[in-house]
């Protein structure tokens, strides 16, 4: 892996691949998260999902004045919610998964779903052990309190601007935290940290050698606190089959789907995934 500098956006991806993207939403935000790029794919004439966890299908407001239903989240109950949505589909999509989003579209692609995966700042699957004291930090207030293991847990505003906007103007950072935050499931967090320890495949296992996985990209961000390009190197190495890589991006914190400068990234993730989708031919963007 070459840390890379942000792409220039180009002509815009190749169009031979699969018609419908699905984007998954990682902890402490919604579906919302994804709406410029939502918008982004959709004026590229790609077909793009959303799906809200169970339960996430008000709005972020809702959420925040009754987060009872994200207290009792579990991450099998919302992988079963996203299989079944892919499964509804005519063809496998491209997956692109964010944060703990990026552990779900793994765990997709190892249930043999999707055509492709690219996963942002990803969250790791079981057996990933790096633990930098940044992501400490900034998961801090789920594990304090053991009682948290059966609540919803929210971010102060300081807490969010460390782990997800670092990097961002004050004033942005603070407009996306009042647009997108709302509390994450304590219980999903405790069980993410006891599944290394714990006998047997936990919720978050696959199998590293699978032989028949789509391809996967991750990418992330040089200055990502939460979940620091370290965590993605290791996550990356535990592969043991079919096409991974990785590309880092200097610069971009945690929430780098709405960082500026997100588009290129967008266009260049979609142009890798279309270009190794199982059963399309790759094309180099732009040629004739």
Avoid: C
């Avoid at 070459?2 to 190749?14: C, E, K, N, V, Y």
């Avoid at 079963?80 to 999509?93: C, G």
């Avoid at 914190?253 to 995934?273: K, M, N, T, V």
């Amino acid at each position: 892996m070459t840390d890379i500098p942000t792409p220039r956006p180009s002509a815009g991806p190749p169009t031979n691949g699969p018609g419908t993207i699905v984007l998954v939403h990682g902890f402490w935000v919604t579906p919302r998260s994804w709406e410029g790029w939502k918008a982004h794919y959709e004026a590229k004439g790609h077909r793009v999902l959303t799906p809200a966890y169970p339960g996430f299908e008000v709005e972020v407001e809702e959420l925040n004045a009754d987060p009872t239903v994200i207290a009792g989240l579990t991450l099998e109950t919302i992988t079963a919610h996203l299989e079944s949505v892919v499964e509804a589909l005519d063809e496998p999509p491209i997956l692109i998964g964010h944060s703990a989003g990026g552990a779900l579209v793994q765990l997709l692609l190892d249930r043999g779903h999707g055509a492709v995966g690219v996963v942002l700042n990803s969250a790791p699957t079981e057996g990933v052990r790096v633990l930098p004291l940044s992501q400490l930090r900034s998961v801090f207030t789920a594990f304090k309190n053991p009682a948290n293991r059966h609540r919803a847990v929210p971010l102060t505003y300081e807490q969010w601007h460390y782990a997800f906007t670092n990097t961002f103007p004050e004033d942005e950072s603070r407009r996306l935290y009042e647009r997108y935050h709302v509390p994450a499931s304590g219980r999903i967090l405790w069980d993410s940290v006891l599944a290394n320890v714990m006998p047997g495949p936990q919720d978050a296992a696959v199998d590293y050698a699978k032989p028949d996985r789509a391809p996967l990209l991750f990418i992330s961000g040089g200055e990502d606190h939460i979940q620091p390009p370290s965590v993605q190197r290791s996550n990356v190495k535990h592969y043991r089959s079919g096409v991974v890589e990785h590309r880092e991006h200097p610069g971009y914190a945690h929430l780098l789907p709405a960082q500026e400068g997100w588009e290129a990234i967008a266009d260049s993730a979609l142009e890798w995934a279309i270009g190794h989708a199982r059963g399309t031919r790759p094309e180099v963007a732009g040629a004739q």
